[in-house]
């Protein structure tokens, strides 16, 4: 079932100090994006241009060619790419058909820079992500 992105964003722990007026103005910066079964959403090692939240749908995560996991509803990726633009550290391939809402780093900084309370989360979820991507280094 469709929610929109303002009920996502509440959900994502990388905006959970916004409060309702801030969820609502990043979720109007969101645009909407649908895949398909069997689609490339993002490529590891290629440049990454934003943040993305599934709405509905299921796609996989995977690293060097492995799969890491699975990844559905209300679950999200690129939050570093929002920071520094670089290369995706895995690939997210659709399973099924589904739909996304994504933010590029133009639209995350003003609202960073106006909202100071999003970066501590922000940090927080790129530290986690770190000692994640290492775990999966040094069991491999």
């Known amino acids: 079932m469709a929610e929109g ?19 609502e103005q990043l979720a109007r910066t969101m645009k909407m994006r649908t895949f398909s079964q069997g689609e490339t959403i993002a490529t590891e090692g290629q440049r ?31 939050e570093i790419a ?4 670089g290369t995706r550290s895995a690939t997210i391939t659709a399973t099924t058909d589904g739909r996304s809402y994504g933010l590029t780093p133009w639209q995350f900084r003003p609202l960073v820079e ?15 992500r770190t000692r994640e991507i290492e775990a999966q280094a040094h069991s491999a």
């Not at 964003?9 to 916004?18: A, E, G, K, N, Y």
């Not at 909202?115 to 927080?124: G, R």
């Open 48 to 78: 990454g241009i934003g943040f993305f939240v599934i709405e509905s749908g299921q796609a996989k995560v995977s690293i060097g060619g492995e799969e890491r996991g699975t990844l559905g509803p209300g679950d999200y990726f690129g």
């Open 114 to 128: 106006e909202n100071a309370s999003i970066a501590w989360p922000l940090l927080e979820a790129m530290a986690r």
């Open 82 to 85: 929002l920071i520094d633009g």
């Open 5 to 23: 992105p303002t009920e996502l964003i509440q959900r994502i722990p990388l905006f959970s100090d916004l409060d309702r007026k801030e969820t």
